[in-house]
């Protein structure tokens, strides 16, 4: 026989429930966006580039290129 949860309980197990998964969440945007980073590369002048296994030679910010290795699944 289980016992029924009070609804404080229940309520509880739900805020952890989605702190949990926003915390794996994070961690995981935290590691895309290291691996992103390691992909980036510097030039001469002080700008970014990026040129990713079967994708296009492109340069920017190293902000961008991040969002754009990311946005487009290379990392």
């Known amino acids: 026989m289980t016992a029924r949860l009070s609804e404080d309980e229940r309520i509880d197990r739900s805020i952890i429930t989605k702190m949990n998964r ?4 994070s961690e995981k945007m935290e590691r895309r966006e290291a691996a992103a ?3 980036i ?4 002048d002080g700008r970014c580039y990026v040129w990713p296994v079967g994708g296009r030679y ?3 910010n190293r902000v961008d290129l991040i969002a754009f290795l990311i946005r487009n699944d290379y990392v």
């Not at 590369?41 to 001469?44: D, I, K, T, Y």
């Open 22 to 25: 926003d915390m794996k969440e």
């Open 37 to 39: 980073d390691e992909m």
């Open 41 to 44: 590369g510097e030039l001469a």
């Open 58 to 60: 492109r340069e920017g």
